[in-house]
């Protein structure tokens, strides 16, 4: 059984900096894309970053492009987001997932995931 366990969430304001981090359980770490979500009340979650197995490629939702840096590190089981510049909209609980099927914006492209961390950002 695969468990995640993000960390770093908290409350800024805005332009300020959150680093948000994600270890995973077990020794098949690097054999996975990750990626990282977000879900703002009564909203749909949706796709934020995603990363290949090997870090070499990383994907982003256009509106945090630019702001947002997933990263990952293998040998620690970890996946990382960088986000700088933040706005109110990026108000959300983030969850990251770990990639099993084609499709890295897709919620059920992801077979696990972690109970997330929330990111509260004020005007």
């Known amino acids: 059984q695969v468990q995640l366990v993000e960390s770093g969430g908290g409350s800024v304001q805005t332009g300020g900096s959150l680093r948000l981090s994600c270890v995973a359980s077990?020794?098949?770490?690097?054999?996975?894309?990750m990626g990282w979500f977000r879900q703002a009340p009564g909203k749909e979650r949706e796709f934020v970053a995603a990363i290949t197995r090997n870090g070499g490629a990383t994907y982003y939702t256009d509106s945090v492009q630019g702001r947002f840096t997933i990263s990952r590190d293998n040998a620690k089981n970890t996946v990382s987001l960088q986000m700088n510049s933040l706005k109110p909209e990026d108000t959300a609980v983030y969850y990251c997932?770990?990639?099993?099927?084609?499709?890295?914006?897709?919620?059920?492209?992801?077979?696990?995931w972690g109970q997330g961390t929330q990111v509260t950002v004020s005007s």
């Open positions: 997932g770990r990639q099993s099927y084609s499709g890295y914006t897709r919620v059920n492209s992801y077979d696990f």
């Open positions: 077990g020794r098949s770490f690097s054999d996975y894309a």
